[in-house]
Nanobody
Framework: QVQLVESGGGLVQAGGSLRLSCAPSGRTFNTYPMGWFRQAPGKEREFVAAISRSGRSTYYADSVKGRFTISRDNARDNARNTVYLQMNSLKPEDTAVYYC?????????????????????WGQGTQVTVSS
């Protein structure tokens, strides 16, 4: 079982930036494709971004493309499965709880990377609030 812990959320004005981090709470021996999702009050949890096991491929929801960047640092053994979400030009509609997730697949990344049912491990979430 992999436990993920998100950090870096907070309150920011529209146009500002935040950097979210997600790390496993213990040592992990496999490298997983990872994703970020978000859930606003009264809405379904939605896909934000995903990154392949090697980090060579990244994918984004249209609503965040060009503003958000997902990344990982596989070069450091103790940072395996640590991922980041750099969020720039934030908008009030980006306000949500942000969750990271890991996919236990052996593939570089699953075809349905944007589906929340694809992921096996989830963090508890971190709140991002963007004021207008």
């Amino acid at each position: 079982q992999v436990q993920l812990v998100e950090s870096g959320g907070g309150l920011v004005q529209a146009g500002g930036s935040l950097r979210l981090s997600c790390a496993p709470s213990g040592r992990t021996f496999n490298t997983y494709p990872m994703g970020w999702f978000r859930q606003a009050p009264g809405k379904e949890r939605e896909f934000v971004a995903a990154i392949s096991r090697s980090g060579r491929s990244t994918y984004y929801a249209d609503s965040v493309k060009g503003r958000f960047t997902i990344s990982r640092d596989n070069a450091r053994d103790n940072a395996r499965n640590t991922v980041y979400l750099q969020m720039n030009s934030l908008k009030p509609e980006d306000t949500a709880v942000y969750y990271c997730a890991a996919d236990r697949t052996v593939l570089e990344i699953s075809r349905d990377y944007s589906s929340r049912t694809r992921y096996n491990y989830w963090g508890q979430g971190t709140q991002v609030t963007v004021s207008s």
